[in-house]
């Protein structure tokens, strides 16, 4: 596992929706509409996103480990997904750009 000095750097670099914007973001239908849910209603991207505000919200010093955990989760799943690289067509309105929002991540900014 990375070190938490690197998750934090990677996350401060790849986590680049401010809170308001994320926030705002998880109560749209198109955040709602990407994502593999498990049968759990809520898929795993979405819920990431709430797990992310709750970070957001806190001082570095008050992290816990899953915290960490869950950043280390966030960069590497960002990073996979940008490695994929998006559709070669209207990247602005693709799932692909809206799971990786749901992760706090928008490729187009």
């Known amino acids: 596992m990375a070190s938490q000095e690197q998750i934090w750097d990677d996350w401060q670099t790849l986590v680049n929706m401010a809170p308001s914007a994320l926030k705002d973001w998880l109560d749209t239908d198109e955040s709602k509409s990407v994502g593999d849910t498990g049968g759990q209603g809520e898929s795993t991207g979405h819920k990431s996103g709430r797990h992310i505000l709750r970070i957001k919200d806190k001082k570095k010093a008050d992290l816990t480990q899953d ?10 799943y960002i990073k996979r997904h940008l490695a994929q ?5 209207d990247k602005e309105h693709s799932d692909w750009r809206y799971s990786l929002m749901n992760w706090g991540h928008d490729p187009l900014k």
């Open 67 to 76: 915290d960490w955990a869950h950043m280390a989760k966030v960069a590497g």
């Open 85 to 89: 690289g998006g559709p070669a067509k």
